[in-house]
């Protein structure tokens, strides 16, 4: 079965700096990769996905996340954070040779400071 | 596309009475899930459908817990009786078989209950 690790509850930024948002699975074979956004009182919102081809994805809002075979991670990152992008994250990681229902990190809440 | 519509979007219940939960999938998907999230236990995938029919009901975590698909454009997840620990923010999402593979799910906004 696969797993997904977000090691880090909380992030704390200042606006205009750059993130990245770590992830770590667990999977014995090619995963496919997400990552969603949660604003407050929201559901979840895709970002970006990974399941083949070019390392570096690119999503929506100006994020990308890059695949590390060698690290089984898959981070999140943005050069420069608006305080907009506050909210929680949520890696999950999919069977590529199942049904493709994701494995849900617990989350990285991310704080920006003006 | 008005997209996944979950109701209500709040409810406060006193232990042990009953508790029904409602979703609309978007139409067309074929794919319904029900989640669970809370700050001890993140987000849980309680059971999903496919076509209508429950594939996985693994993580329903007790008998008090039953959800069903009547049609394609209805779901509903029910609690009897409610507990406090119930308490949680529950989501619905949808999908449809290639847009898993392509574009994950849609997530409902949430019905987020309180039981006291």
């Known amino acids: 079965a696969q797993s997904v690790t977000q090691p880090d509850i909380h992030i704390t930024v200042s606006e205009g700096a750059s993130l990245e948002l770590r992830c770590n699975y667990s999977?014995?074979?090619?995963?496919?990769l997400f990552w969603y956004v949660q604003s407050p009182g929201q559901g979840l919102q895709l970002l970006l996905k990974?399941?083949?081809?070019?390392?570096l994805v690119q999503g929506i809002k100006g994020f990308e996340a890059e695949f590390k075979r060698s690290q089984s991670s898959f981070n999140l990152r943005k050069p420069s954070v608006h305080w907009s992008d506050a909210a929680e994250y949520f890696c999950?990681?999919?069977?590529?040779?199942?049904?493709?229902?994701?494995?849900f990190g617990r989350g990285t809440s991310l704080i920006v400071h003006p | 596309d008005a997209g996944v519509i979950q109701s209500p979007r709040h409810e406060v219940t006193e232990m042990g009475q009953e508790v029904t939960l409602r979703c609309k999938p978007i139409?067309?998907?074929?794919?319904l899930f029900w989640y669970r999230q809370t700050m001890m236990r993140g987000l849980e995938l309680l059971i999903y459908?496919?076509?209508?029919?429950?594939?996985?009901d693994s993580g329903m975590p007790e008998d008090r817990f039953s959800a069903k698909m009547p049609n394609a454009s209805f779901s509903t997840l029910k609690i009897q009786p409610s507990e406090p620990r119930d308490s949680a923010v529950y989501f619905c999402?949808?999908?449809?078989?290639?847009?898993?593979?392509?574009?994950?799910?849609?997530f409902g906004s949430g019905t987020r209950l309180t039981v006291v």
């Open positions: 999402a949808s999908s449809y078989q290639d847009s898993l593979a392509n574009y994950g799910y849609t």
């Open positions: 999977y014995g074979a090619t995963p496919y």
């Open positions: 990974y399941f083949s081809g070019d390392t």
């Open positions: 999950a990681v999919g069977a590529s040779g199942g049904s493709y229902i994701p494995t």
């Open positions: 139409s067309g998907h074929d794919y």
């Open positions: 459908f496919n076509n209508n029919v429950p594939i996985d």
